[in-house]
């Protein structure tokens, strides 16, 4: 679980270098933050097990 907090970590800090939203299928925008929160509760249930 560590591996995978670290891992998320250097995404969140990737993803509020980029600066421009991304648009998922063209018309959703979501913010660092958002997809941060999204891979993070994805994630950290799977590597409790």
Do not use: C
């Amino acid at each position: 679980m560590n591996t995978t907090k670290l891992f998320l970590i250097q995404l969140k800090r990737q993803f509020e270098r980029e600066g421009k939203g991304h648009k998922l299928l063209g018309f959703i925008w979501l913010s660092p933050q958002q997809r941060y929160e999204i891979l993070r509760e994805i994630m950290l249930p799977v590597a409790a097990k």
